[in-house]
């Protein structure tokens, strides 16, 4: 007779199999709690900028570029315009104060002149005639007074003489009183031609004093004409170097256009352009400083230029000693241009890490030299050479400052050699 078998649920392998997956489970379980899930990267050590954090003096400066120009320079304008007639020098001459450098023509000011002359004339003539005319008048004045004053003499003669005619009755009354009303007239007479005389010599000389004045006036408009007409010679108003001149031969210019500039060559200043993002930082009195011919010169701050164009302003330097030998107008130098005193600070050399990181992080070594940990930081004030490390290192430290483009998001970096 057969005998069921029944068959066994926990058998060796079944219980070896379970053990074992569960061992497994147990340590991937630990692994992901606690093993080191930072990601790394193996690079090449050879291709690595590593820079040592260090504590030393550091001063915040702003690399610019600036333009040697002449402290004073003379800008010639047409003070009058017209049509270039001849050009005497060319830009770049040396020229004396006084020297001939472009003679202008202009038609309407030379008819102007000629206009004003002959209104001169005509007024002077005026004047001249006016003057004739009292003379005349007052000739004419005296000579009626003069025959006033004898008809007068005559008739009080008459009166006089019929007076004592009168007392013997050899005269009628009729006759007597004739006789005086007579003088009394001419007397009368004498009265209204002196002072017809006084009025009418207050009223000529009131005209000439009028027509002196026109007179004068017209003269002193005809000088600054034929004035106008003198500067349509441009000279020199100083002596120096004629850099620029802009006119040609029947070039048509006007009042007040630019033809040119002397550039007066007993010194030179630097003109810098900056960003306008350090405008608040500049003032007059900051010091800057460039090398060259292996020498090295300071510049400091004269004048501020406020107006922002393109995003940067300007600010003119002088030198604080001696100008470098050989040096030119238009030529350019980089300049060192401080923005503050030297400070204590805790310095990391500057580096390509920065594009990547934003000064935010850098990859520090460890004591083996063989790997390289990301770590945070915090970055202050920078120049070209360093920036100031407010955070996160210390000194002796090892980092890598050159560019982390290619590491990705790597917490680790290994270092082969």
Not at 312 to 319: A, I, K, L, P, S
Request: aromatic residues 8%.
């Amino acid at each position: 007779m057969d005998r069921k078998i029944e068959k066994k649920k926990w058998t060796v392998k079944k219980i070896l199999y379970i053990a074992g997956s569960g061992l497994v489970a147990i340590l991937i379980l630990y692994g992901l709690i606690f093993g080191n899930r930072n990601s790394k990267l193996n690079v090449s050590a050879e291709r690595l900028t590593v820079s040592t954090v260090e504590r030393g003096e550091f001063q915040e400066f702003i690399p610019v570029t600036g333009t040697v120009i002449p402290i004073r320079t003379h800008y010639l304008d047409a003070i009058e315009g017209g049509r270039v007639d001849t050009v005497y020098l060319e830009a770049g001459s040396f020229v004396n104060q006084g020297d001939k450098i472009i003679k202008l023509v202009n038609t309407n000011l030379l008819m102007d002149v000629m206009y004003r002359e002959a209104e001169l004339v005509r007024q002077s003539n005026s004047l001249r005639d006016t003057r004739l005319s009292m003379e005349r008048n007052s000739l004419e004045i005296r000579r009626q007074l003069l025959e006033i004053n004898h008809s007068i003499k005559r008739q009080k003669r008459i009166w006089d003489s019929n007076a004592e005619l009168a007392e013997n009755d050899l005269i009628s009354t009729r006759e007597l009183e004739e006789s005086r009303d007579e003088y009394e007239y001419l007397l009368k007479s004498l009265e209204l031609a002196l002072e017809s005389h006084r009025q009418d010599s207050i009223f000529r000389e009131t005209q000439i004093d009028r027509l002196e004045d026109d007179l004068a006036r017209m003269e002193s408009n005809l000088r600054i004409v034929k004035q106008n007409m003198e500067n349509l010679v441009l000279k020199a108003p100083v002596s120096g170097h004629l850099t620029s001149l802009n006119a040609e031969v029947g070039e048509s210019k006007a009042r007040g256009e630019r033809l040119g500039q002397i550039d007066i060559l007993d010194g030179f200043m630097v003109r810098v352009s900056v960003d306008e993002h350090y405008i608040a930082r500049i003032n007059r009195g900051q010091v800057g400083t460039f090398i060259f011919s292996g020498e090295k010169y300071r510049l400091s701050i004269d004048k501020v230029y406020p107006e922002v164009l393109n995003g940067r302003f300007e600010v003119d330097m002088q030198f604080t000693g001696d100008e470098p030998e050989g040096i030119r107008r238009g030529q350019t130098l980089r300049v060192r241009l401080e923005l503050g005193d030297l400070a204590e600070a805790l310095l990391l050399p500057t580096g390509g890490f920065y594009q990547k990181t934003g000064g935010r992080w850098v990859y520090v070594l460890d004591e083996s030299g063989r790997n390289a940990l990301k770590r945070p930081i915090h970055i202050g004030r920078e120049n070209t050479l360093y920036y100031e490390i407010l955070d996160g290192l210390e000194p002796g430290e090892k980092v890598i400052t050159s560019s982390y483009d290619n590491y990705g998001e790597a917490d680790q970096l290994i270092l082969k050699r």
